[in-house]
Protein backbone atom coordinates (compact mmCIF):
# COMPACT_ATOMS: atom_id res chain seq x y z
CA UNK A 1 0.00 0.00 0.00
CA UNK A 2 1.43 3.67 -0.59
CA UNK A 3 1.85 6.28 1.72
CA UNK A 4 -0.93 8.03 0.08
CA UNK A 5 -3.80 5.85 -0.11
CA UNK A 6 -3.05 4.85 3.81
CA UNK A 7 -5.90 6.41 6.66
CA UNK A 8 -4.33 8.77 8.61
CA UNK A 9 -3.85 6.57 11.89
CA UNK A 10 -2.13 3.92 9.97
CA UNK A 11 0.43 6.36 8.52
CA UNK A 12 0.66 7.82 12.11
CA UNK A 13 1.96 4.70 13.47
CA UNK A 14 4.18 3.42 10.47
CA UNK A 15 5.57 7.18 9.77
CA UNK A 16 8.98 7.47 9.37
CA UNK A 17 10.32 3.86 10.91
CA UNK A 18 13.09 2.33 8.86
CA UNK A 19 13.16 -0.49 6.63
CA UNK A 20 12.85 -3.74 9.25
CA UNK A 21 16.62 -4.99 10.20
CA UNK A 22 16.85 -8.40 12.28
CA UNK A 23 16.64 -7.94 16.01
CA UNK A 24 16.62 -4.01 15.97
CA UNK A 25 14.01 -2.35 17.40
CA UNK A 26 10.87 -0.57 15.05
CA UNK A 27 11.90 2.53 16.06
CA UNK A 28 15.61 2.55 16.46
CA UNK A 29 16.17 4.46 19.93
CA UNK A 30 18.15 8.18 20.17
CA UNK A 31 21.43 8.28 18.87
CA UNK A 32 23.58 10.02 21.45
CA UNK A 33 26.52 11.21 19.57
CA UNK A 34 28.48 15.40 19.20
CA UNK A 35 30.59 13.92 16.68
CA UNK A 36 30.49 10.59 14.22
CA UNK A 37 33.45 8.29 13.03
CA UNK A 38 34.93 10.25 9.97
CA UNK A 39 37.84 9.08 8.67
CA UNK A 40 39.77 10.51 5.87
CA UNK A 41 37.38 12.54 3.32
CA UNK A 42 33.94 14.11 4.41
CA UNK A 43 31.54 11.89 3.10
CA UNK A 44 28.16 10.75 4.31
CA UNK A 45 25.07 12.45 6.15
CA UNK A 46 26.50 11.98 9.69
CA UNK A 47 29.62 13.40 10.40
CA UNK A 48 29.30 16.45 13.43
CA UNK A 49 26.04 16.77 15.74
CA UNK A 50 24.67 19.86 15.13
CA UNK A 51 23.98 19.67 11.17
CA UNK A 52 22.75 15.74 11.36
CA UNK A 53 21.47 13.31 13.61
CA UNK A 54 20.19 9.88 12.95
CA UNK A 55 17.14 9.96 15.40
CA UNK A 56 16.11 13.76 13.69
CA UNK A 57 16.42 11.82 10.20
CA UNK A 58 13.65 9.45 11.27
CA UNK A 59 11.14 11.86 12.80
CA UNK A 60 11.92 14.28 9.85
CA UNK A 61 10.85 11.50 7.47
CA UNK A 62 7.90 10.21 9.61
CA UNK A 63 6.87 14.99 10.31
CA UNK A 64 6.89 14.73 6.34
CA UNK A 65 5.24 11.78 5.17
CA UNK A 66 2.36 13.11 7.96
CA UNK A 67 2.73 16.86 6.25
CA UNK A 68 2.59 15.87 2.60
CA UNK A 69 2.10 11.72 2.10
CA UNK A 70 3.59 10.45 -0.54
CA UNK A 71 5.51 13.68 -2.06
CA UNK A 72 8.88 12.95 -0.50
CA UNK A 73 8.73 16.81 0.93
CA UNK A 74 12.13 17.86 3.02
CA UNK A 75 11.41 18.41 6.51
CA UNK A 76 13.62 19.86 9.21
CA UNK A 77 13.49 19.59 12.94
CA UNK A 78 14.41 22.58 15.60
CA UNK A 79 14.47 23.09 19.21
CA UNK A 80 11.28 24.80 19.19
CA UNK A 81 8.36 25.86 17.05
CA UNK A 82 9.98 29.60 17.53
CA UNK A 83 13.14 28.56 16.61
CA UNK A 84 11.35 27.05 13.07
CA UNK A 85 9.64 29.92 12.88
CA UNK A 86 12.62 32.60 12.98
CA UNK A 87 14.63 30.33 10.67
CA UNK A 88 12.07 30.45 7.80
CA UNK A 89 11.58 34.24 8.54
CA UNK A 90 15.45 35.04 8.77
CA UNK A 91 16.11 32.71 6.43
CA UNK A 92 14.11 34.08 3.78
CA UNK A 93 14.47 37.95 4.19
CA UNK A 94 16.85 40.31 4.04
CA UNK A 95 17.25 44.34 4.87
CA UNK A 96 14.83 45.89 2.72
CA UNK A 97 12.84 43.42 2.03
CA UNK A 98 8.82 43.36 3.50
CA UNK A 99 6.91 40.60 5.26
CA UNK A 100 3.77 39.96 6.47
CA UNK A 101 2.93 38.57 9.65
CA UNK A 102 -0.23 37.97 11.30
CA UNK A 103 -1.90 40.84 13.92
CA UNK A 104 -3.13 38.21 15.92
CA UNK A 105 -0.78 34.80 15.99
CA UNK A 106 1.55 34.04 18.59
CA UNK A 107 2.81 35.96 21.26
CA UNK A 108 5.94 35.69 20.76
CA UNK A 109 5.23 36.92 17.21
CA UNK A 110 5.45 41.06 18.51
CA UNK A 111 9.62 40.57 19.56
CA UNK A 112 9.92 38.67 16.43
CA UNK A 113 8.62 41.71 14.88
CA UNK A 114 11.21 44.28 16.85
CA UNK A 115 14.17 42.16 15.52
CA UNK A 116 13.24 42.02 12.34
CA UNK A 117 13.08 45.68 11.73
CA UNK A 118 16.16 46.22 13.60
CA UNK A 119 17.73 44.59 10.74
CA UNK A 120 16.19 46.39 8.11
CA UNK A 121 12.98 44.54 7.54
CA UNK A 122 9.66 45.80 6.94
CA UNK A 123 6.90 44.48 8.75
CA UNK A 124 3.11 44.57 8.00
CA UNK A 125 0.98 42.92 9.53
CA UNK A 126 -2.96 42.28 9.10
CA UNK A 127 -5.60 40.12 11.45
CA UNK A 128 -6.21 36.45 10.32
CA UNK A 129 -10.01 36.90 9.57
CA UNK A 130 -11.55 37.77 6.45
CA UNK A 131 -8.28 37.07 4.21
CA UNK A 132 -7.44 40.75 5.45
CA UNK A 133 -3.53 39.80 4.16
CA UNK A 134 -4.57 40.36 0.69
CA UNK A 135 -4.40 44.10 1.03
CA UNK A 136 -0.66 44.11 2.42
CA UNK A 137 0.87 42.03 -0.25
CA UNK A 138 2.08 44.17 -2.81
CA UNK A 139 6.01 44.14 -2.65
CA UNK A 140 6.63 41.56 -0.32
CA UNK A 141 8.74 38.93 -0.25
CA UNK A 142 6.68 36.55 2.24
CA UNK A 143 3.42 36.00 4.09
CA UNK A 144 3.32 34.31 7.27
CA UNK A 145 -0.27 33.24 8.40
CA UNK A 146 -1.14 31.67 11.16
CA UNK A 147 -4.55 29.49 10.65
CA UNK A 148 -6.64 28.54 13.36
CA UNK A 149 -4.84 31.25 15.03
CA UNK A 150 -3.49 31.17 18.73
CA UNK A 151 -5.54 32.05 20.88
CA UNK A 152 -8.22 34.14 19.02
CA UNK A 153 -9.04 31.39 16.22
CA UNK A 154 -9.66 33.08 13.21
CA UNK A 155 -9.20 31.12 10.13
CA UNK A 156 -8.27 32.52 6.59
CA UNK A 157 -8.12 30.76 3.25
CA UNK A 158 -4.78 29.25 2.54
CA UNK A 159 -5.30 28.43 -0.57
CA UNK A 160 -6.86 31.61 -1.85
CA UNK A 161 -4.09 33.65 0.17
CA UNK A 162 -1.28 31.32 -1.58
CA UNK A 163 -2.15 31.87 -4.83
CA UNK A 164 -2.55 35.60 -4.11
CA UNK A 165 0.89 35.77 -3.26
CA UNK A 166 2.87 33.79 -5.65
CA UNK A 167 0.56 35.60 -8.45
CA UNK A 168 3.51 38.68 -6.77
CA UNK A 169 5.70 36.79 -6.01
CA UNK A 170 5.92 36.19 -2.58
CA UNK A 171 6.41 32.72 -0.57
CA UNK A 172 3.80 31.68 1.80
CA UNK A 173 4.66 30.28 4.92
CA UNK A 174 1.72 28.42 7.18
CA UNK A 175 2.02 28.01 10.95
CA UNK A 176 0.12 24.56 11.32
CA UNK A 177 0.65 24.31 15.28
CA UNK A 178 -2.89 24.49 16.00
CA UNK A 179 -4.34 21.95 13.68
CA UNK A 180 -1.43 19.58 13.19
CA UNK A 181 -0.26 17.89 9.75
CA UNK A 182 -3.55 15.56 10.52
CA UNK A 183 -5.72 18.78 10.76
CA UNK A 184 -4.38 20.72 8.08
CA UNK A 185 -2.13 20.08 4.99
CA UNK A 186 -1.10 23.80 4.11
CA UNK A 187 1.45 22.42 1.59
CA UNK A 188 -1.00 20.53 -0.43
CA UNK A 189 -2.63 24.27 -0.31
CA UNK A 190 -0.07 25.92 -2.23
CA UNK A 191 2.23 27.18 0.66
CA UNK A 192 5.70 27.03 0.15
CA UNK A 193 6.49 26.23 4.25
CA UNK A 194 4.68 24.78 6.54
CA UNK A 195 6.10 24.87 10.13
CA UNK A 196 5.26 24.26 13.83
CA UNK A 197 5.59 24.14 16.94
CA UNK A 198 5.93 19.99 18.08
CA UNK A 199 5.53 21.30 21.48
CA UNK A 200 1.79 21.25 21.42
CA UNK A 201 -1.00 18.45 20.18
CA UNK A 202 2.02 17.33 17.70
CA UNK A 203 3.93 15.26 20.66
CA UNK A 204 0.72 15.97 23.33
CA UNK A 205 2.02 14.74 26.58
CA UNK A 206 3.77 18.68 27.43
CA UNK A 207 7.12 17.19 28.01
CA UNK A 208 9.14 17.72 24.74
CA UNK A 209 10.21 21.47 23.28
CA UNK A 210 10.29 21.10 19.59
CA UNK A 211 9.39 22.54 16.10
CA UNK A 212 9.86 21.91 12.09
CA UNK A 213 9.64 23.63 9.15
CA UNK A 214 8.51 21.06 5.80
CA UNK A 215 8.51 22.32 2.43
CA UNK A 216 8.84 21.34 -1.32
CA UNK A 217 11.30 24.20 -2.88
CA UNK A 218 15.08 22.38 -2.51
CA UNK A 219 16.75 25.78 -2.41
CA UNK A 220 14.59 27.68 -0.14
CA UNK A 221 15.00 25.12 2.31
CA UNK A 222 18.40 24.97 2.02
CA UNK A 223 18.72 28.35 3.49
CA UNK A 224 16.30 27.13 6.23
CA UNK A 225 19.00 24.04 6.67
CA UNK A 226 21.89 27.04 6.46
CA UNK A 227 20.07 29.32 9.42
CA UNK A 228 19.77 25.59 11.95
CA UNK A 229 23.27 25.67 11.75
CA UNK A 230 24.55 28.92 12.04
CA UNK A 231 22.11 29.71 14.86
CA UNK A 232 22.44 26.45 16.34
CA UNK A 233 18.57 25.86 17.14
CA UNK A 234 18.52 21.97 17.28
CA UNK A 235 16.65 19.27 19.12
CA UNK A 236 18.34 16.89 21.34
CA UNK A 237 18.08 13.24 20.49
CA UNK A 238 16.19 12.32 23.28
CA UNK A 239 13.13 15.35 22.37
CA UNK A 240 13.34 14.38 18.89
CA UNK A 241 12.69 10.25 20.03
CA UNK A 242 10.39 11.10 22.43
CA UNK A 243 8.52 13.14 19.41
CA UNK A 244 8.92 10.27 16.86
CA UNK A 245 7.26 7.65 19.55
CA UNK A 246 4.43 10.12 20.25
CA UNK A 247 3.33 10.62 16.71
CA UNK A 248 2.46 6.91 16.88
CA UNK A 249 -0.41 8.28 18.53
CA UNK A 250 -1.05 11.15 17.47
CA UNK A 251 -4.77 9.59 15.23
CA UNK A 252 -5.93 8.49 18.55
CA UNK A 253 -5.50 11.74 20.34
CA UNK A 254 -6.69 14.32 17.54
CA UNK A 255 -9.68 11.74 17.24
CA UNK A 256 -10.80 11.85 20.98
CA UNK A 257 -9.67 15.44 21.37
CA UNK A 258 -10.85 17.08 18.55
CA UNK A 259 -14.49 15.40 18.86
CA UNK A 260 -14.70 16.15 22.82
CA UNK A 261 -13.66 19.89 21.97
CA UNK A 262 -16.98 20.01 20.01
CA UNK A 263 -19.42 18.21 22.50
CA UNK A 264 -17.75 21.12 25.16
CA UNK A 265 -18.18 24.21 22.85
CA UNK A 266 -21.58 22.96 22.53
CA UNK A 267 -22.18 22.37 25.67
CA UNK A 268 -20.67 26.09 26.56
CA UNK A 269 -22.96 27.66 23.51
CA UNK A 270 -26.33 27.10 26.16
CA UNK A 271 -24.51 29.03 29.09
CA UNK A 272 -25.25 32.53 29.02
CA UNK A 273 -22.35 33.54 31.06
CA UNK A 274 -20.05 32.50 28.20
CA UNK A 275 -19.78 35.00 25.15
CA UNK A 276 -17.54 35.46 22.28
CA UNK A 277 -17.05 31.68 21.91
CA UNK A 278 -15.23 30.09 19.24
CA UNK A 279 -14.73 26.77 18.28
CA UNK A 280 -13.69 26.57 14.34
CA UNK A 281 -15.50 23.16 14.31
CA UNK A 282 -18.81 24.69 15.52
CA UNK A 283 -21.54 25.31 13.20
CA UNK A 284 -22.13 28.85 12.81
CA UNK A 285 -18.79 30.03 14.04
CA UNK A 286 -17.63 32.63 11.80
CA UNK A 287 -14.66 30.76 11.01
CA UNK A 288 -16.72 27.55 10.08
CA UNK A 289 -17.32 27.79 6.61
CA UNK A 290 -13.38 28.82 5.41
CA UNK A 291 -12.26 25.79 8.16
CA UNK A 292 -14.78 23.14 6.65
CA UNK A 293 -12.85 23.42 3.13
CA UNK A 294 -9.37 23.37 4.54
CA UNK A 295 -9.44 21.43 7.83
CA UNK A 296 -9.98 17.82 8.60
CA UNK A 297 -10.15 18.30 11.63
CA UNK A 298 -10.40 21.16 14.14
CA UNK A 299 -7.89 21.19 16.72
CA UNK A 300 -8.73 21.13 20.43
CA UNK A 301 -8.67 24.39 21.40
CA UNK A 302 -11.55 26.32 22.25
CA UNK A 303 -12.18 30.24 23.49
CA UNK A 304 -13.98 32.13 25.36
CA UNK A 305 -15.24 34.88 27.55
CA UNK A 306 -16.51 34.98 30.70
CA UNK A 307 -18.07 38.49 32.04
CA UNK A 308 -15.39 39.75 34.48
CA UNK A 309 -11.58 39.02 35.29
CA UNK A 310 -12.78 37.29 38.71
CA UNK A 311 -14.98 35.39 37.29
CA UNK A 312 -12.26 33.86 34.86
CA UNK A 313 -10.52 33.43 38.02
CA UNK A 314 -12.66 31.87 39.97
CA UNK A 315 -13.87 29.19 36.97
CA UNK A 316 -10.28 28.37 36.68
CA UNK A 317 -9.85 27.29 40.50
CA UNK A 318 -12.91 25.58 40.17
CA UNK A 319 -11.88 23.21 37.59
CA UNK A 320 -10.81 19.55 38.73
CA UNK A 321 -9.48 18.16 35.65
CA UNK A 322 -8.29 21.14 33.87
CA UNK A 323 -4.94 22.62 35.04
CA UNK A 324 -4.49 26.20 34.77
CA UNK A 325 -1.51 26.21 32.65
CA UNK A 326 -0.50 27.52 29.49
CA UNK A 327 0.18 25.71 26.25
CA UNK A 328 -2.20 23.30 24.37
CA UNK A 329 -2.87 20.03 22.69
CA UNK A 330 -2.07 17.96 25.85
CA UNK A 331 -3.32 14.93 26.92
CA UNK A 332 -4.41 16.36 30.24
CA UNK A 333 -6.92 19.82 29.61
CA UNK A 334 -5.57 22.84 30.12
CA UNK A 335 -7.24 26.60 30.81
CA UNK A 336 -5.83 29.81 31.35
CA UNK A 337 -6.98 33.49 31.65
CA UNK A 338 -5.04 34.40 28.68
CA UNK A 339 -4.59 38.22 29.24
CA UNK A 340 -2.32 37.31 32.64
CA UNK A 341 0.55 37.19 30.08
CA UNK A 342 -0.30 40.86 29.14
CA UNK A 343 0.89 40.09 25.65
CA UNK A 344 -2.65 39.40 23.15
CA UNK A 345 -5.12 41.38 22.59
CA UNK A 346 -8.14 40.31 24.53
CA UNK A 347 -10.75 40.53 27.39
CA UNK A 348 -10.00 39.95 30.58
CA UNK A 349 -12.18 37.31 30.90
CA UNK A 350 -10.39 35.41 27.86
CA UNK A 351 -10.26 31.71 28.30
CA UNK A 352 -8.30 29.75 26.21
CA UNK A 353 -9.04 25.91 27.00
CA UNK A 354 -7.48 22.93 25.63
CA UNK A 355 -9.27 19.86 25.34
CA UNK A 356 -7.40 16.39 26.91
CA UNK A 357 -7.83 12.89 26.00
CA UNK A 358 -10.15 12.32 29.28
CA UNK A 359 -13.46 10.76 28.64
CA UNK A 360 -16.27 13.51 27.25
CA UNK A 361 -18.45 12.93 29.77
CA UNK A 362 -16.16 13.44 32.63
CA UNK A 363 -14.57 16.88 31.11
CA UNK A 364 -17.87 18.43 30.44
CA UNK A 365 -19.73 17.82 33.61
CA UNK A 366 -16.29 19.32 35.41
CA UNK A 367 -16.48 22.43 33.38
CA UNK A 368 -20.06 23.13 33.70
CA UNK A 369 -19.55 22.70 37.34
CA UNK A 370 -17.07 24.53 37.73
CA UNK A 371 -19.11 27.29 35.23
CA UNK A 372 -21.97 26.63 38.13
CA UNK A 373 -19.48 27.24 41.16
CA UNK A 374 -17.93 30.30 39.49
CA UNK A 375 -21.25 32.06 39.78
CA UNK A 376 -21.40 33.99 43.38
C1 LIG B 1 3.40 27.63 20.96
C2 LIG B 1 3.32 28.18 19.61
C3 LIG B 1 4.49 28.53 18.92
C4 LIG B 1 5.84 28.45 19.56
O1 LIG B 1 6.25 27.15 19.84
P1 LIG B 1 7.36 26.77 20.92
O2 LIG B 1 7.54 25.32 20.70
O3 LIG B 1 6.79 27.15 22.25
O4 LIG B 1 8.56 27.57 20.60
C5 LIG B 1 4.35 29.01 17.63
N1 LIG B 1 3.16 29.13 17.04
C6 LIG B 1 2.02 28.83 17.68
C7 LIG B 1 0.71 28.99 16.97
C8 LIG B 1 2.06 28.34 18.98
O5 LIG B 1 0.93 28.05 19.61
Known amino acids: MTEAAMGEGTRAVRAGLPEPVKNEPTLPGPVFAAHFHLPGEVSGPYAYGRDENPTWTHLERAIGELEAPGEGVETLVFASGVAAIAAVLFSQLSAGDAVVLPADGYQ ?168 ALRYPGLSGDPAHKIASQQMRHYGSVISFTLPTRARAERFLQALRLVDDATSFGGVRSTAERRRRWGGDDVPEGFIRLSVGAEDPEDLVADVLRALDESDR
Open 108 to 275: VLPLVRAQLEAYGIEVRTAPTAGDAQLDALDGAKLLLIETPCNPGLDVCDIRRLAEAAHARGALVAVDNTLATPLGQRPLALGADFSMASGTKQLTGHGDVLLGYVAGRDAAAMAAVRRWRKIIGAISGPMEAWLAHRSLATLQLRVDRQNATALLLAEALRERPEVT
